[in-house]
């Protein structure tokens, strides 16, 4: 019987059932609960309805033109072919079906033009992703082969652009979505997932997609891309990684109102309902694979915070923003710091100010004040001590203990009023009055506001008592970058150390002197954590595992290359592996004896 269910008989010859695709009213009619795989599809009113058979289940029917509805497949639809969770959640009909594909053609010129500097990056995105789509080891291969040139293009800054159009850009599926609608469903909806192993989850909320934020369900192309990172740089078989979009609304006002958008059009969960979703996702994936890994993507702060908080002490998972972010921080600074010619140990001393305070820049203090401490003893007063060298600036301005209503992510950082008081500083004070006053060593920048290192800034900055300043412009993608490397070095000479978190073309002073612009982006740890974390079967990743990865980061540059202002590895190197397996191998070593 069940082979019969899953039998498909043509309601006729194939080039009617194209034709009456294209026309078709989709209707579903259940057949008898022993059929209950049985699937009917109406074409014409004068043929009537005629049954259609499926042979297959789940992904294959996506994968096969012949029968893929696409977002068509109504939810019973889904629920009865084991499809539900493989599609964006909004039903379409087969006109606005048509009518996204045909806006999508026709915006291709106008959305190219919005993006990064190169003007094909879109099209050789959508060139990329229907090869991955058609032969995953070619794919691979020519991402491998090529990493300098399209590892911008499958991940920053072009994959923000992706997002941004997902919705228009929408082919076939690729992960699972997990909304509020499914809740009650989850447990059984991951099983819809054809591998038996998944040893790596990236998911997000789409709540901030780099510096773009809000982007709803589009946001599941970043998981996408971070995945297509751990294939190409920590080797992990691509048929164990599973990209996740947990779908749970966007305040985003534009996609609430776009006919065209594929997510939820409702305002976002909050609260213990938001938790709750997050929760039954988190049960239902390690109770179907319990050895996968979750690393959490682009989830805005309150939630990245706290999500962290709720999970980290009982599943495989870490943040990327607040935890591989900070470790490769870490490693530029302690990189900036050789730089000058001092050794590593001298790190306490730096001044550095930071402008941004969510789940990336607190993510960073945190992480640089812990190593600041460790390398002055651990003791209370160390950890005083290494507060005093931070200045945190968010959107009001300098983060003090006189702030009205301050996150308590930001409140271990505020300074003391009066302290900034010597300083010539108070509550609020702007960037360019804390960079003038305290002459930082370090500017570093996770705003997600493009051109905040203004030119008075950089000015500003021209005081700092270091020989070799250092400018960290980590706001992703390109037009979010808080100053271009032409900007910092024309105004800060060649000595300047320079990273930015999407890629920048190095600056040529002539006479063969270079200014080197590093790419200061997460990408160089999470392979590496994902990689230890799987070969060392840990239970949890714990924060003295993060720190060993970072240091690893930080001692992989050589110290010539260091003086030459390379404070990080260049992508091709990235794609030899040797980099991530070091990175993993440290982790795994010196990891599992801080934790
Ligand atoms: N390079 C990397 O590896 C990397 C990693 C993670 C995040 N990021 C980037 O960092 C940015 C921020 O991410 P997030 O998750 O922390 O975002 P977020 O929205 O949580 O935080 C942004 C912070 O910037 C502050 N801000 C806004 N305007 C400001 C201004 N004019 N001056 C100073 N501060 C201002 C906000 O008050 C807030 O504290 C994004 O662009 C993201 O792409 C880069
Ligand atoms: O995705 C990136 O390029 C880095 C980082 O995770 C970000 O959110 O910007
Ligand atoms: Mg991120």
Same mark, same amino acid.
């Given at each position: 019987?069940?082979?019969?269910?899953?039998?498909?008989?043509?309601?006729?010859? $194939?080039?009617?059932?194209?034709?009456?695709?294209?026309?078709?009213?989709?209707?579903?009619?259940?057949?008898?609960?022993?059929?209950?795989?049985?699937?009917?599809?109406?074409?014409?009113?004068?043929?009537?309805?005629?049954?259609?058979?499926?042979?297959?289940?789940?992904?294959?029917?996506?994968?096969?033109?012949?029968?893929?509805?696409?977002?068509?497949?109504?939810?019973?639809?889904?629920?009865?072919?084991?499809?539900?969770?493989?599609?964006?959640?909004?039903?379409?009909?087969?006109?606005?079906? *048509?009518?996204?594909?045909?806006?999508?053609?026709?915006?291709?010129?106008?959305?190219?033009?919005?993006?990064?500097?190169?003007?094909?990056?879109?099209?050789?995105?959508? *060139?990329?992703?229907?090869?991955?789509?058609?032969?995953?080891?070619?794919?691979?291969?020519?991402?491998?082969?090529?990493?300098?040139?399209?590892?911008?293009?499958?991940?920053?800054?072009?994959?923000?652009?992706?997002?941004?159009?997902?919705?228009?850009?929408?082919?076939?599926?690729?992960?699972?979505?997990?909304?509020?609608?499914?809740?009650?469903?989850?447990m059984s909806m991951v099983y819809n997932w054809p591998a038996d192993q998944v040893d790596m989850i990236v998911v997000t909320d789409g709540s901030r997609i780099l510096g773009l934020g809000d982007l709803g369900v589009q946001g599941i192309g970043i998981t996408i891309g971070k995945l297509d990172l751990y294939v190409a740089a920590a080797g992990i078989n691509p048929q164990r990684v599973l990209p996740v979009m947990i779908d749970v609304g966007t305040n985003n006002e534009r996609l609430l109102k776009d006919p065209l958008y594929l997510g939820l059009q409702e305002h976002r969960l909050d609260g213990e309902e938001y938790i709750s979703v997050v929760d039954e996702f988190m049960e239902a994936v390690f109770t179907r694979w319990p050895h996968v890994i979750v690393q959490f993507e682009d989830?805005?702060?309150?939630?990245?915070?706290?999500?962290?908080?709720?999970?980290?002490?009982?599943?495989?998972?870490?943040?990327?923003?607040?935890?591989?972010?900070?470790?490769?921080?870490?490693?530029? $600074?302690?990189?900036?710091?050789?730089?000058?010619?001092?050794?590593?140990?001298?790190?306490?001393?730096?001044?550095?100010?930071?402008?941004?305070?969510?789940?990336?820049?607190?993510?960073?203090? @945190?992480?640089?004040?812990?190593?600041?401490?460790?390398?002055?003893?651990?003791?209370?007063?160390?950890?005083?001590?290494?507060?005093?060298?931070?200045?945190?600036?968010?959107?009001?301005?300098?983060?003090?203990?006189?702030?009205?209503?301050?996150?308590?992510?930001?409140?271990?950082?505020?300074?003391?009023?009066?302290?900034?008081?010597?300083?010539?500083?108070?509550?609020?004070?702007?960037?360019?009055?804390?960079?003038?006053?305290?002459?930082?060593?370090? $500017?570093?920048?996770?705003?997600?506001?493009?051109?905040?290192?203004?030119?008075?800034?950089?000015?500003?900055?021209?005081?700092?008592?270091?020989?070799?300043?250092?400018?960290?412009?980590?706001?992703?993608?390109?037009?979010?970058?808080?100053?271009?490397?032409?900007?910092?070095?024309?105004?800060?000479?060649?000595? $300047?150390?320079?990273?930015?978190?999407?890629?920048? @073309?190095?600056?040529?002073?002539?006479?063969?002197?270079?200014?080197?612009?590093?790419?200061?982006?997460?990408?160089?740890?999470?392979?590496?954590?994902?990689?230890?974390?799987?070969?060392?079967?840990?239970?949890?990743?714990?924060?003295?595992?993060?720190?060993?990865?970072?240091?690893?980061?930080?001692?992989?540059?050589?110290?010539?290359?260091?003086?030459?202002?390379?404070?990080?590895?260049?992508?091709?190197?990235?794609?030899?592996?040797?980099?991530?397996?070091?990175?993993?191998?440290?982790?795994?070593?010196?990891?599992?004896?801080?934790?």
């Amino acid at each position: 019987m069940s082979n019969f269910s899953s039998q498909l008989r043509l309601s006729s010859s $194939l080039l009617k059932h194209l034709k009456h695709q294209i026309n078709a009213t989709s209707s579903t009619t259940s057949a008898s609960a022993a059929a209950m795989m049985f699937e009917r599809r109406s074409f014409t009113t004068t043929e009537g309805s005629r049954p259609t058979i499926v042979h297959k289940r789940s992904i294959d029917i996506l994968h096969d033109p012949w029968f893929n509805k696409g977002t068509a497949f109504s939810m019973t639809e889904r629920d009865r072919l084991d499809l539900r969770g493989l599609l964006p959640p909004t039903v379409m009909s087969s006109q606005q079906q *048509i009518e996204r594909f045909m806006v999508d053609l026709k915006r291709l010129e106008v959305q190219a033009r919005d993006g990064p500097s190169d003007p094909n990056a879109l099209a050789k995105w959508r *060139i990329l992703n229907r090869l991955h789509d058609r032969n995953e080891t070619m794919y691979y291969k020519v991402l491998i082969e090529n990493i300098e040139e399209y590892a911008p293009i499958v991940y920053t800054p072009t994959v923000g652009l992706v997002c941004q159009n997902y919705s228009g850009l929408f082919r076939r599926p690729r992960g699972m979505y997990f909304s509020a609608e499914d809740r009650g469903e989850m447990m059984s909806m991951v099983y819809n997932w054809p591998a038996d192993q998944v040893d790596m989850i990236v998911v997000t909320d789409g709540s901030r997609i780099l510096g773009l934020g809000d982007l709803g369900v589009q946001g599941i192309g970043i998981t996408i891309g971070k995945l297509d990172l751990y294939v190409a740089a920590a080797g992990i078989n691509p048929q164990r990684v599973l990209p996740v979009m947990i779908d749970v609304g966007t305040n985003n006002e534009r996609l609430l109102k776009d006919p065209l958008y594929l997510g939820l059009q409702e305002h976002r969960l909050d609260g213990e309902e938001y938790i709750s979703v997050v929760d039954e996702f988190m049960e239902a994936v390690f109770t179907r694979w319990p050895h996968v890994i979750v690393q959490f993507e682009d989830f805005q702060s309150k939630w990245a915070f706290n999500l962290l908080q709720r999970y980290r002490n009982t599943y495989r998972m870490f943040n990327d923003d607040v935890q591989g972010t900070a470790g490769v921080a870490i490693a530029g $600074l302690l990189g900036a710091v050789r730089a000058q010619g001092k050794p590593m140990i001298d790190f306490p001393k730096q001044k550095i100010v930071v402008a941004g305070a969510g789940s990336a820049g607190i993510g960073v203090v @945190n992480a640089a004040r812990k190593t600041m401490a460790r390398m002055l003893g651990n003791t209370e007063s160390a950890f005083e001590s290494a507060s005093s060298q931070f200045w945190v600036v968010d959107a009001n301005g300098l983060i003090t203990e006189e702030r009205t209503n301050i996150d308590p992510q930001a409140l271990p950082f505020a300074r003391k009023a009066k302290e900034v008081g010597h300083q010539g500083l108070r509550e609020g004070a702007s960037l360019v009055e804390v960079v003038q006053q305290i002459k930082p060593d370090v $500017l570093l920048g996770l705003s997600a506001v493009g051109g905040l290192f203004s030119k008075e800034v950089l000015e500003a900055l021209k005081g700092s008592t270091s020989t070799r300043p250092a400018i960290f412009a980590m706001s992703n993608p390109t037009k979010n970058a808080e100053c271009t490397p032409e900007e910092a070095f024309s105004v800060l000479g060649d000595q $300047l150390i320079f990273a930015s978190g999407s890629p920048f @073309n190095d600056v040529k002073f002539g006479d063969g002197v270079i200014g080197h612009c590093n790419q200061g982006n997460n990408m160089y740890l999470f392979p590496g954590i994902g990689l230890g974390t799987l070969l060392s079967g840990s239970r949890i990743i714990s924060d003295g595992m993060l720190q060993a990865a970072a240091e690893c980061l930080a001692a992989y540059m050589k110290d010539d290359e260091v003086l030459k202002g390379i404070i990080y590895p260049s992508i091709s190197r990235y794609i030899r592996l040797d980099l991530t397996e070091s990175v993993a191998t440290f982790y795994l070593v010196f990891g599992l004896i801080y934790y």
